[in-house]
Structures are given as C-alpha cells and as structure tokens.
C-alpha cells in the first residue's frame, strides 16, 4: 500500500497536493487518454512505475522521454524525429504552440532544466550524479507542465 499516489487509467501516479494533482496531472492524464497521444501515455506510465519502483533515473529518462514523444506526434504525426528544443521551435513556427514572450520564456527556461537534469542523472547518458526521490519528482512535474502547455490548445 502506498500514500500520495492517484489511480490512473494507466496505474498510479504521485501526487505532492490537492491543486498540482487537479489543475496539472489529472488534465495531462485525461488529455494522454485519447488514442493519438498513446506512445507517449504508455512511456509516461512507465515513469511513475519507476517513480513508485524508486528507479530515479528511470523515472528522469522517462518522463522526459514521455514528453518527447509527445511532441513529435504533435509537431510530425510519428514517434522518432527531432529533439524537445527543435520540436518546441517548430511547433511555435507552425502556430501548434503559444509564442507569447512571456510563456515562450518560461517553456524555453523549463526545456534546459529538463535537459541538464537529464544530462547529470538519467539513464539516457553517463550519470554525472545520483539522482534522489525529489530530483525525479521535480522532472515529472516539470514534464507535466510542459504537457499541459502542448495539450492545452488542444482541448
């Protein structure tokens, strides 16, 4: 039995609070459920079961790869072509995503946090640090914030 987890469709996911669960997860869950966005909820799941599994740099890799995933059904329509930076770009050259100064800043400084983090701690590259519980709950939150960003314009 475990506290501080919501029951998904796709199994259960952490929860910090009553308002990031309702204003940002639970959206983000409910949004991945439509069948386009499956590659992407099915990597996303994996990463809360290395999360409840303690697998921290799984949990890093993973969302962060979740997120990724998404972008490229969003900007290309397939799994497999470009990175988050050039997805994000596109996406805002193809009017799919916001280009407002203000958001644009914050996507921007949100993307290289995920990218350093994912550099120093996950699996996807030579670990430069041990990743903990907080480190890979800071990556999941931030993924789900830029999720809800992608999503958000969709529904």
């Given at each position: 039995?475990?506290?501080?987890?919501?029951?998904?469709?796709?199994?259960?996911?952490?929860?910090?609070?009553?308002?990031?669960?309702?204003?940002?997860?639970?959206?983000?869950?409910?949004?991945?459920?439509?069948?386009?966005?499956?590659?992407?909820?099915?990597?996303?799941?994996?990463?809360?079961?290395?999360?409840?599994?303690?697998?921290?740099?799984?949990?890093?890799?993973k969302s962060v790869s979740a997120?990724?995933?998404?972008?490229?059904?969003?900007?290309?329509?397939?799994?497999?072509?470009?990175?988050?930076?050039?997805?994000?770009?596109?996406?805002?050259?193809?009017?799919?995503?916001?280009?407002?100064?203000?958001?644009?800043?914050?996507v921007r400084l949100i993307e290289?946090?995920?990218?350093?983090?994912?550099?120093?701690?996950?699996?996807?590259?030579?670990?430069?640090?041990?990743?903990?519980?907080?480190?890979?709950?800071?990556?999941?939150?931030?993924?789900?914030?830029?999720?809800?960003?992608?999503?958000?314009?969709?529904?």
């Amino acid at each position: 039995f475990e506290l501080n987890v919501q029951l998904t469709r796709r199994g259960l996911a952490p929860v910090q609070s009553k308002e990031i669960s309702e204003e940002l997860y639970k959206p983000v869950i409910e949004w991945l459920s439509d069948p386009r966005w499956k590659p992407s909820q099915d990597i996303l799941a994996k990463a809360f079961g290395d999360f409840r599994n303690k697998d921290w740099s799984g949990a890093i890799t993973k969302s962060v790869s979740a997120l990724e995933t998404l972008l490229q059904i969003q900007v290309h329509n397939q799994v497999g072509k470009d990175v988050i930076s050039d997805l994000l770009r596109i996406g805002k050259e193809r009017k799919i995503l916001s280009d407002r100064p203000i958001t644009s800043a914050v996507v921007r400084l949100i993307e290289n946090a995920l990218a350093t983090i994912r550099r120093a701690s996950s699996d996807a590259h030579a670990k430069l640090d041990d990743p903990n519980r907080e480190d890979a709950l800071l990556v999941m939150n931030l993924v789900i914030v830029l999720m809800h960003y992608c999503l958000a314009s969709f529904h």
